[in-house]
Structure formats: structure tokens, C-alpha cells
């Protein structure tokens, strides 16, 4: 078994460090969440999620708050940031929360180092430790952080959770046998908090294993991208329970041009069931076999995510 695998195998006992880590209030007219590359995504998932429980709050790439943020939010005032960083240490994160901070902003890091250069540019500081295994991927830190944000906006994991993505992961793996073969366009659907996620499981398999991978909201799909859809394409279809049936109808329309679908919470060549009904909570259970998926395409091209091309652990700008 790899490393990576045995860290994303790993992760649950984790979970309940960030399940039970002391958490600051977020009270503020608007949440401005940053992050980059894994941790943007999870943002995305997170300020949905923030909306959806009526708090008004937005994710902004780490680099494009610190370098024009009046393109996002023109009145900052009031605003509160959440910067994300599994690291700590990414430049444009940790720049963006000193300038947040010198404009007189509030800003709650959400971080697995406790002692990153993040923190000391954090007035509060959600920390949860990761697998201390974890290599460049993030895996581990990633549901970590999406737990911590999602109990910030007042979404709790429960252990049921936890129990249902570990079931979904061995779920999966057990049927991957079956769909990968002749696949390397990977897309993934998504609406809502669950869009965030699927930006997030598209950059996995995309690091991973180098692979074609796509991420949209499903109904954007058939307005354009669904051109490059073949028999050599894999559909992650992540289902809402509130759009369903539409959900279904594009899955069906999927399969007839050529696509293999999982579907997680619903229809598709392998349906998987998800038992959790919080849409973020739901991207949070599929996360890991999320990540799984992207280990076992990597496998299968012979590719060693330990040392995935061109990545590193922590982007330093000069
Ligand atoms: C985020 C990140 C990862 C990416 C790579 C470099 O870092 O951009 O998303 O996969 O490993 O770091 P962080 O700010 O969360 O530490």
C-alpha cells in the first residue's frame, strides 16, 4: 500500500480532532474565505454552505484577495476573513491575512500547523493536526479543514458521518475495477457546496495522476463542455437531494453518448448511497473515497503520488 492511500485510509481517527478542536464565533456582515489550490476549493464548498445558513460570505483565491480585492467586495469594512491553509505557509494565504489584518479585518485562520507563519497573521485560529504522513497531496488535511469550516458555519459532523465516508471509500474501491478501464477524462458534477468539492476531487485525480479532469455545476455541463464527452469519460456525478431528478435525467443523457457514471446519491453505471442529507456534510462524506479514486487512477498508470510532478508541499512565492 502506498503512502498516500495509507493516509487517506487513515484519516478518521483523525476527524475527531477537528470534530472536538475549540472553535472562535464568525460574526460579521460579510465572510470573505481564502485559500489556495485545495484550500480555495474547500472554500468554495464552505461559503456555499455559509449562504445556505444564512450568513453571507464569498471565497476569493488567496492571490486575488491580496492583490485586487475590491474586484470581489468593493466595502471590506466589517468583513471578516477565514483564510485556509493546511501549510500555513503559502505565500499568497499568508500575505493576504497581513493585509486583511493592516485594513483593520478580522481574520480566523483555519490551519493544520498551529505554529505557521498563518497563525501569527490569525486573530483566531481553528487547528486540527493531520496524519503525520501526509506527503504533497493533501488528503487528510483537506476533510480536516472542510470539517472545522463547515462547524464554523454551524454543521456538525457527527461520527455517523465519519462512519459513512469510510463506508463510502471501501464502497467504492470495491467496484473501481469495473469502471476504470479505458477511462481518462475524468469530469465531475456538482451543485452548490458540492461544486466546491468537485473542483476539489478534479484537482486530486488531476495531481494524482495526471490525468484530464474537469469539474462543473451539472446543468453548465450541457453548455458546451458535454463536446468533449466520449466512451473514454468517467462522470463523478455528486447528487443533490433537491435536484435529483434533473440530476438523474443528465446522468441518463451522460451514459447514452458514451460516459460510465458514479453516482454518489444516486443513478449511474454504480450508485452509490449517501445517507446525509447537509449537502456540504455530504461532500465531506464522499471526500475520501474522493481522494481514493484519484490514488487508484494513479496506480493504475503506474504514477507515484508521493512525489506527484511539479508540486510541492508549500508554493512560495519569491
Ligand atoms: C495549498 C496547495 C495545495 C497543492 C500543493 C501546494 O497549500 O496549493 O492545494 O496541492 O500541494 O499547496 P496550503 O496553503 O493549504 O498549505
Avoid at 500547523?113 to 486573530?123: F, K, P, T, W
Avoid at 456525478?237 to 457514471?261: N, S, W
Wanted: with cysteine; hydrophobic share 45%; aromatic share 6%.
Amino acid at each position: 500500500m502506498s503512502i498516500t492511500e495509507r493516509v487517506i485510509i487513515e484519516q478518521f481517527p483523525f476527524w475527531q480532532g477537528g470534530i472536538e478542536a475549540p472553535l472562535a464565533e464568525v460574526e460579521a456582515s460579510i465572510i470573505v474565505i481564502i485559500g489556495c489550490g485545495t484550500s480555495f476549493n474547500l472554500a468554495m464548498s464552505l461559503a456555499a454552505e455559509f449562504n445556505s445558513h444564512g450568513r453571507r460570505a464569498i471565497a476569493v483565491p488567496g492571490g486575488e484577495w491580496l492583490r485586487r480585492p475590491e474586484a470581489y467586495l468593493p466595502d471590506r469594512s466589517g468583513a471578516h476573513v477565514v483564510a485556509l491553509s493546511r501549510s500555513g505557509e503559502t505565500t499568497e494565504t499568508v500575505a493576504a491575512a497581513a493585509a486583511s489584518r493592516a485594513a483593520g479585518l478580522t481574520v480566523t485562520a483555519v490551519t493544520c500547523e498551529r505554529d505557521g507563519a498563518l497563525a501569527g497573521q490569525a486573530d483566531h485560529l481553528a487547528f486540527a493536526p493531520t496524519h503525520p504522513d501526509e506527503g504533497i497531496v493533501m488528503t487528510s488535511s483537506a476533510s480536516l479543514m472542510l470539517l472545522l469550516g463547515l462547524r464554523m458555519a454551524g454543521v456538525s459532523a457527527t461520527a455517523a458521518v465519519t462512519e459513512e465516508a469510510q463506508a463510502l471509500a471501501r464502497l467504492l474501491d470495491s467496484k473501481l475495477g469495473q469502471l476504470l478501464p479505458g477511462r481518462n477524462h475524468f469530469v465531475y458534477l456538482g451543485g452548490g457546496a458540492l461544486y466546491g468539492i468537485c473542483l476539489e476531487a478534479s484537482l486530486k485525480l488531476q495531481e494524482m495522476s495526471q490525468s484530464f479532469t474537469q469539474a462543473y455545476h451539472p446543468l453548465e455541463y450541457r453548455h458546451g463542455p458535454v463536446s468533449l464527452l466520449d466512451e473514454r469519460t468517467l462522470v463523478i456525478m455528486l447528487y443533490d437531494p433537491a435536484t435529483f431528478e434533473e440530476e438523474a435525467l443528465l446522468v441518463e443523457e451522460l451514459r447514452e453518448k458514451g460516459a460510465r457514471v458514479i453516482g454518489f446519491g444516486g443513478p449511474g453505471d454504480v450508485c452509490l448511497p449517501v445517507a446525509v442529507s447537509d449537502n456540504a456534510l455530504r461532500g465531506l462524506a464522499c471526500l475520501p473515497a474522493l481522494q481514493l479514486l484519484g490514488e487508484r487512477v494513479a496506480q493504475a498508470r503506474n504514477i507515484d503520488t508521493v512525489t506527484p510532478r511539479h508540486l510541492t508541499k508549500v508554493v512560495k512565492l519569491a
